[in-house]
């Protein structure tokens, strides 16, 4: 993993377009606070949501929910022009559950209206409802993930659906991704920033 367990540092991680750093900083994190939220994902999550089984609490509501990551590999991808984060959170409000299954669906589901794909409307239809069954079945409360530890399970990416807002002093800033490196604030003043 490329950060120490949470149990040492009792964060999870968050990453946000550069763009949305000085809101970040002055109000901190909201669920729907970024374009990209009513532009992206919303309709998406309302779409996993329909299909929650029953074990899921009713306040697990993906369209609601702020997205972090327990923590990534050493070869993870980023996303250019973007900050990572790391945030305190309430482990009372939030869920676990496993990433992999949700972006197995995200394409088919953005691009089963487009004549070109017209594949994804069936695989949604078909293998989709067994994804999303499989996503929710192994989803669990982030205590109880604490205990079974479900994000250090091979193939599980666990992502952290938090479910309050994350104040400005409950942020640390980690790094900033660019096209062709990922530099941690500090060495980002030492190369940018005159004395």
């Known amino acids: 993993m490329l950060f120490p367990d949470y149990g040492q540092t009792g964060v999870v991680y968050h990453v946000i377009n550069l763009n949305d750093l000085l809101t970040v900083k002055t109000g901190g994190i ?3 606070d970024k374009l990209t939220y009513q532009n992206n994902y919303k309709d998406f999550h309302a779409y996993l949501n329909l299909h929650r ?3 899921i609490p009713s306040w697990v509501d993906r369209t609601k929910a702020i997205f972090a990551s327990m923590n990534f590999s050493d070869n993870h991808t980023w996303h250019s022009h973007s900050m990572l ?7 009372l409000r939030c869920w676990i559950a496993n990433e992999n299954k949700a972006n197995e669906l995200y394409e088919p589901f953005i691009l089963q209206n487009i004549d070109e794909f017209c594949g994804a409307e069936g695989y949604l239809k078909e293998r989709g409802q067994a994804v999303i069954k499989e996503y929710w079945d192994t989803s669990l409360s982030f205590t109880d993930n604490l205990k079974q530890r479900r994000d250090k399970e091979a193939g599980y990416d666990a992502e ?3 479910f309050h807002d994350i104040r400005p002093a409950d942020i640390h800033y ?3 991704v660019s096209d062709h490196r990922v530099m941690t604030v500090e060495q980002w003043k030492k190369t940018f920033c005159s004395n």
């Not at 984060?85 to 482990?91: H, Q, Y």
């Open 85 to 91: 984060l790391a945030v305190r959170i309430d482990p």
């Open 30 to 32: 909201k669920y729907d």
């Open 174 to 176: 980690i790094a900033i």
């Open 53 to 55: 089984t029953q074990k």
């Open 160 to 162: 952290v659906m938090v």
